[in-house]
């Protein structure tokens, strides 16, 4: 019996600390109504998960667009977003909507960095990355 009172107290008191600890530094918060969000929004209206992927998960018809932002000049997503291709069909969005999904892939890109190999194990078994 007093090793369950033991370890009702211990997760209690766990679960407390872990939810009033503040986030990592490096966590950067998307505000609402930002172009980031509006981005995301339309990403997923538009659903182009379904032949791209982020973080590697998604359809396969078209590139994983995690990195386009640092792999790819701004002209050459905007090029894309404009008139789509043969394959990739055109949304016809206006300046605005290409600006965010723009500063959506952006942020993507700045949170889709995480080497396991640079993670650090903690002693209480969670992990912390490095900021990058
Ligand atoms: C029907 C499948 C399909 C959908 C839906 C789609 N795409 Fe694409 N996209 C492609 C393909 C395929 C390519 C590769 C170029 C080509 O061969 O046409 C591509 C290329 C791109 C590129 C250029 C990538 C590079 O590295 O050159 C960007 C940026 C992009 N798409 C963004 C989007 C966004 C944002 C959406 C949603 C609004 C979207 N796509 C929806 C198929 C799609």
Known sequence: MSVLVVLVVSFLAYSFELYVEPPPNGSKK???GSPEEQ???LW????CTSCHQLYGLGGHL???LTHVSSQRSPEHIAAFLMSGTIVMPNYHFSQEE???LMAFLKSVDESGNGDPR???LN???????KNN
Not at 44 to 47: E, G
Request: charged share 20%.
């Open 30 to 32: 998307v505000t609402i």
């Open 39 to 41: 981005g995301k929004m």
């Open 44 to 47: 997923q209206q538009k659903n």
């Open 62 to 64: 078209g590139p994983d």
């Open 98 to 100: 290409i600006n965010a």
């Open 118 to 120: 640079t993670f650090k």
């Open 123 to 129: 002693l209480d078994g969670t992990i912390s990355q």
